[in-house]
């Protein structure tokens, strides 16, 4: 079994910034990819950024600019620096490992943390 806990949600004003983390535990084998994902209430869960074994990054266009993802490889943790904070980035925020399965992948999810933007 694969544990991630996430953790620096909470209540920020517009403009302001956040850390969060999410460390994994368990069985964790070979990463493929580490990502982000929010869910706003009344909406989707959608991708925020993801980054892959070899660094590789990609974002979300709403969040370019805004956001970085990094990872500290040896701590199997994950990191999301929101910079420039919105009201609509206002949601629970999921972190995900994608980990090498037999001939294919096996996805796992943390609880979510809240991060709530006040206007």
């Known amino acids: 079994q694969v544990q991630l806990v996430e953790s620096g949600g909470g209540l920020v004003q517009a403009g302001g910034s956040l850390r969060l983390s999410c460390a994994a535990s368990?069985?964790?084998?070979?990463?493929?990819?580490m990502a982000w994902y929010r869910q706003a209430p009344g909406k989707k869960r959608e991708l925020v950024a993801v980054?892959?074994?070899?660094?590789?990054?990609n974002y979300a266009d709403s969040v370019k600019g805004r956001f970085a993802i990094s990872r500290d490889n040896a701590q199997n943790t994950v990191y999301l620096q929101m910079n420039s904070l919105k009201p609509e980035d206002t949601a629970v925020f999921y972190c995900s490992v994608r980990l090498l399965w037999g001939l294919g992948s096996m996805d796992y999810w943390g609880k979510g943390t809240l991060v709530t933007v006040s206007p």
């Open positions: 980054i892959t074994s070899s660094g590789n990054t």
């Open positions: 368990g069985s964790i084998s070979s990463i493929i990819s």
